[in-house]
């Protein structure tokens, strides 16, 4: 859909690191497209004094690998108008009013608000009770509201954030952005799943002996150690992103792809994991810590050693675990997820290890296994699908081999392809809330994971490290070894087709 949208968006953070890598550029985007033309206006804020010239000119900087031409973007920048303000002082929401009614009646937007908080959630709850104390909720068109994870710390901190906004929007003018789910490969998953009989016949514990998800970073955590120390790749990565994963390879078909029918059937496979016992997490989830390490013969050091981290930190930089669905479709399947910093490449990637045939014919010993087929689906830096086949050998003798029948997305599909962000804010423009998480998938996921961490926390001795550069401790390899398991990582070709 191509409908030019009427709309004033107020950008909280306005000057922020988000603000300016992601959401201008993806504005721009979508302004190339024509979904914003004429009749849009954004309001950027946040502390730092700014004039709209200098605002307007940052734009310009954000978006000048995309420009097409000068006149096009100082065009699209004079729709950018600054507002000075901090988020505290309730004096200039009055300010912010007057500006965005001003705003309204210049660019005949009828009433169509999407307040973006690209700043702390600690501030959410103070912004939206101002938005709605200074009035400025419109009363004609949409209140739309984007917010930024992390969505509390547990379920405790996040269930009260949900009842400050609650006051104000209604879960359906909320949008919890997970970006996560703007991803052209986790969009693809139901396509995978649903437009292809051969697969979704196959999708349950009749054919299906794991899955795995990996999520793998190969940087260490930089310049965030301050932010990173006081999370932990549990609640940096699994409680969103990964859950999310999660729910879409779990949830029952939906009756229509509407966002309400997709949500609930995610809704209901989150309620279907379990929460682990104490016991149960021990046996089920391993944490780890990156250590000194190399990666392209560049040393690396421990995380411990990271600036603005504890020296005696016990936070985890590595999560493997197993997660089980209480479901008619998935008793008996485990979910392995694993993620972490500082390991040997940056990939996310799906694995869905079937079963093996019954009786080995090619092979003198019919227990011997054969290889399984997997089906890979390439998340990220690669998109695309692989499905692993087992072929005979050409020649005289009957042998078998290992092949790969991969798509992988080209590069100039990969160059076209939308931004995360972008889409989300298209599918916000369109009140489609698909991609964006219900607060009922939001208390499932901090449910799981706040049984894993009240068990940590607990627990002060030291973790398990891993070299920086590797694929994790060899608890993670444990893990599954106890289960028959291997995980799988690249299964490309035959011969990278090894355990990893
Ligand atoms: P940032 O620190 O770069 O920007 C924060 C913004 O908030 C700045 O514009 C700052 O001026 C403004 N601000 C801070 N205190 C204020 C106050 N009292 N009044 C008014 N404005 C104030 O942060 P960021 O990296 O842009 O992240 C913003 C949000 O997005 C966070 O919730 C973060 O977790 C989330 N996020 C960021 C990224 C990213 O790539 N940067 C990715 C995912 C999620």
Known sequence: MTTEQNVLFTIFGGTGDLAKRKLYPSLYRLYKKGIIKEQFAVIGTARREWTDDHYREIIIETIK?????????????????????????????????????????????????????????DFFGTITQQLNEQGLVSDTGFNRLIIEKPFGHDYETANILNEQIREVFDENQIFRIDHYLGKEMVQNISTVRFANNMIESMWNNRYIDNIQITLSEALGVEERGGYYDKSGALRDMVQNHILQVVSLLAMEPPAKLSDIDIRNEKIKALRAVRVFTPEEVKENFVRAQYDVGSNDDILLNKYQNELNVAEDSLTETFVAGKILIDTFRWKGVPFYIRTGKRLSEKGTQINIVFKNVPLNLFSEDAEEKLPSNVLTIFIQPTEGISLQINTKKTGIDLETETFDLMHQHSAETLANSPEAYEKLIFDCLNGDATNFTHWDEVASSWRFVDAIRKVWDQDKTNLPSYPSGSMGPAESDALLAKDGFYWYWNPISPDENEKK
């Open 65 to 121: 690998d995309l420009i097409v031409s000068e006149e096009d973007a100082i065009e699209f920048a004079s729709h950018f108008y600054y507002q000075s303000h901090n988020v505290n002082d309730s004096e200039h929401y009055v300010s912010l009013k007057v500006l965005a009614e001003k705003l309204e009646a210049r660019y005949h937007i009828k009433g169509n608000r999407l307040h973006y908080l690209a700043m702390s959630p």
